[in-house]
């Protein structure tokens, strides 16, 4: 990605917050000389650690090899719901391995997409992403790592699957995309709701009702970088620079101290992946 379509920095915060989910690779950051200068651009502006987060087998073992090149950065590995048309024995043998590494903070992202499934007849079939998302969520259990669960269009399913196979103690509803009657469901299930650009968006009426309902003790913020640029930056490149646009938005709306929702959220993070 192109450095100069980035937004301008944002002013720093007052508290420092963590990126719970970023793309690092799409973001560009392919070495790690790379990494470094994202997170020193990051940093600068008050993002003291991510959490990079792999969508096919690739972008896991590059996520972990991302982690060793910097401590302000973890890993989270697992097989995007896309990309589970075939998901082979070997795939599942090597993420567990993967796993298994100590910067690894979370299982995921898995979950379901159902967006992709309209428009792309030669995505996962929604079968074969549900049966995936069963075997993340057994896998989380027997590692005893947080689950980290991207849901595009697949609510009910969702939270169904995780329902019936019982969720690990730990689950992260990555870019929240629910209405405030689901956000009250997973607090009430004790999972951690994580908000990303989109919360930041005007049309956004019933995430935003969401994001309010949501206690300090739930709640994460992320980039989910190169993606959903928060406003006023719409549609401009991403980075885990960007973010505190999106927590002084939040803070806004949610009728918060800013420099209270960065250190309640960083908190979380902490409690969470141990960031």
């Not at 991302?66 to 599942?92: I, K, N, Q, W, Y």
């Not at 929604?126 to 075997?135: N, T």
């Not at 999972?191 to 994460?220: I, K």
Request: aromatic share 6%; with cysteine.
């Amino acid at each position: 990605m192109n450095r100069r379509g980035l937004p301008p920095a944002p002013e720093p915060l007052p508290a420092a917050v963590v990126d719970a989910h970023t793309h690092l690779d799409a973001c560009g950051a392919t070495d790690a000389a790379g990494v470094r200068a994202a997170l020193d651009r990051a940093q600068a502006v008050g993002v003291r650690g991510v959490v990079t987060v792999a969508d096919d087998m690739a972008a896991a073992r590059w996520a972990v090899q991302a982690s060793e090149c910097d401590d302000r950065v973890h890993a989270a590995v697992g097989l995007h719901p896309t990309r589970t048309t075939t998901f082979t024995e070997a795939e599942r043998e090597e993420i567990e391995r993967l796993v298994a590494h100590p910067r690894v903070v979370a299982v995921g992202e898995t979950g379901l997409d159902y967006y992709w499934t309209r428009f792309d007849p030669d995505g996962s079939p929604p079968a074969a992403q549900r049966e995936a998302f069963r075997w993340h969520i057994a896998l989380a259990k027997r590692v005893g790592k947080p689950l980290m669960i991207h849901d595009r269009e697949a609510h009910d399913d969702v939270l169904s699957i995780l329902a019936d196979e019982g969720p690990p103690e730990t689950v992260v509803l990555h870019c929240f995309s629910g209405d405030a009657a689901m956000a009250r469901y997973c607090v009430a299930a004790g999972h951690v709701l994580s908000f990303a650009g989109t919360v930041s968006f005007r049309n956004a009426r019933a995430l935003r009702e969401a994001a309010v309902l949501v206690p300090d003790g739930q709640l994460l913020v992320e980039t989910d970088a190169p993606f959903l640029t928060p406003h006023p930056h719409r549609g401009r490149p991403n980075e885990p620079v960007n973010l505190p646009y999106t927590v002084r938005d939040l803070a806004v709306l949610r009728g918060q101290d800013v420099a209270g929702l960065a250190a309640s959220t960083s908190a979380v993070a902490a409690r969470v992946f141990g960031v």
